[in-house]
């Protein structure tokens, strides 16, 4: 049987709001939620993952101004760190990438981050 719930209008708006949060403008936000939910498996999936996938989607197509200087794997490790709060281990487990290898990204993303700074 297929799963046929309707994501909530509060996973929606928290979705669309991780995208508009990485993202540098509403469209690249809006494509990024419509991917998300228009993926096979989205309606099954937890409001976690499913704005986790919209941060990655956002900053990859239109990175915003804090996370531009980033290469885009270190800038979506960043954006899941400070837009959503999550953890270095479920990072991990949300970019399919070992431990050692986010907290690298985390660092050159952040040492990115001051040098772009340092230079504006």
Excluded: W, Y
């Amino acid at each position: 049987m297929t799963d046929v719930r309707q994501p909530s209008e509060s996973t929606i708006a928290r979705v669309f709001g991780a995208a508009v949060a990485a993202a540098a403008d509403r469209r690249a936000a809006e494509d990024a939620t419509v991917r998300v939910f228009a993926a096979p498996g989205a309606r099954g999936s937890d409001g976690d993952q499913l704005a986790a996938t919209a941060v990655c989607l956002a900053v990859r197509a239109s990175p915003a101004p804090a996370f531009a200087a980033m290469s885009p794997p270190d800038a979506e490790a960043v954006a899941l760190a400070r837009l959503l709060g999550l953890k270095e281990g479920r990072i991990a487990a949300v970019l399919g990438v070992e431990l050692s290898e986010i907290r690298l990204r985390l660092r050159r993303g952040l040492a990115a981050t001051l040098s772009a700074g340092a230079t504006a």
